[in-house]
């Protein structure tokens, strides 16, 4: 995900409803392109834009989590 410092991460597992919904969101909006987050690891990007709300952690290893899709 995109954060809204221009960070490109990955997230921590995604509860099992959210991930559901995700699927469907991503499913219907067609393919994406190879990209890479700002540590190098290679993802999926989405065709359109998907918003959703995130909680992160400060930890010694930075976490985010997708906690809701608005």
Excluded: F, K
């Excluded at 995109?2 to 490109?8: A, E, N, S």
């Amino acid at each position: 995900m995109r954060l809204p410092d221009g960070r490109r991460v990955l997230s921590q597992a995604l509860a099992a409803p959210i991930a559901a919904e995700v699927a469907r969101l991503i499913a219907e909006s067609g393919p994406g392109r190879r990209a890479r987050t700002d540590d190098g690891e290679v993802y999926t990007t989405t065709a359109v834009e998907l918003i959703v709300e995130v909680a992160a952690d400060t930890t010694r290893h930075a976490t985010v989590g997708i906690t809701r899709i608005p």
